[in-house]
């Protein structure tokens, strides 16, 4: 059996039944994420991790997993339990290259800080090039991500608001799972404690109804289809799910009137994100013809006198800056075109985009880095392997809270998955 074969039947075996150990997912997945390897060299804090090593936690939590879906998770299958065995295997794959030694009240500690976005970031990418669908690399993702939130919502306090937001980027009945099974695959003094976190986790999760909600946007959004207009509807959902998200409101049906007038007459921008070489603009012309296209990489060109000079860098933002103002004030479309990779400057493009009134539609490239590379050397503008890996180094996975709506590109400039109103 081919090697592809081989592995696509190994990862399809995950969702019917099979149980690898740490070790034989190692074997397996090591040259996709080459940080598995240094799991067994990666050290954790006694007091939380007394167990050992990352390695040894890894495996701890694979098999807490296949308790769960053998008792309590009995009902997650198929795609779901592939999603959850990978995230339980990937969950702390950041931890090698975030774990450091820290001063905590006059005691050495070991932190692994941020390793769960990092890690997010690290797979998004890498987990293209594995046959998988994009729903299920879209689930691991939103699991890692985002696998410590549970409990720090429950020491916060959270509001609906904040569930909703976390439901908008993972599942939170897998989300719980992970977690109990992370508990449970580690030696320290307080699980007790941190099990009954989770339990008022859940008990909130299902109060909201968002329990097992593989689609909580569909759910809020059902009763308030009311426009005669799609355009006008489409304007209302983008918007009355990043208010309900935000607290700004507290029933979807607010949305309908605090939108009125905004819903009548608005402009799309699209923000662009993806590493150089991954389509945008050959996207930008087959798809959004007869929108304005800012680029950053044509300013440059026209400012500089070449698109990869880099001087003046601060000049070439403000006319870019100076001229979306202009577009977006005037309700004209316009699309941002530039990498983008992190989450700063989408926050800024965002919330500039919202202040105008308009419908921001966040476009992800999202493609496997081999096809990246590949498709990099055969464009027009080339730019070099070093700067590549610079990019995927530094890409910041964008969440669906960045948007009002998000769509993804796949190698092909296929639509992968859209997330909105379409």
Known sequence: MAKSNLLKSWLDSLAHGHSPDFDECQSYLACYFPLLNEFINTEQDARWHAEGNVAIHTNMVLNEVYDLLRTDAGHIKGEKRQALILSALLHDIAKPITTRRKDIAGLERVVAPKHEDIGASYLALRLMALPLCHRVV??????????????LLVVRDGAFNDYLQLSLCADLELLFWLEVADMNGRICEDVDSQLDLLAQFRMFAEEYCLWGNCNPEQMYLQNIQVKTSEAQQRFVDGYAIQQLSQGAIVLPEEAIAKNYQACQHYSHFYVMCGVSGSGKSTWI?????????????EIRAEFNGRRGCQKNRGQVLQIAKSRLKTALAQKRDVVWDATNIRQDFRRILYNLGERYGALVTLVVFHQPPNVIYQNNRARHHVVGDGVLSEQIKKLQWPWRTEGHRMLFIGESGQALSRYGTF
């Open 285 to 297: 012309k087959q798809n959004l013809s007869g929108v304005e296209v800012i680029s950053l990489d």
């Open 138 to 151: 879209m689930m691991i993702l939103g699991l890692v991500g985002f696998h410590h939130m549970p409990k």
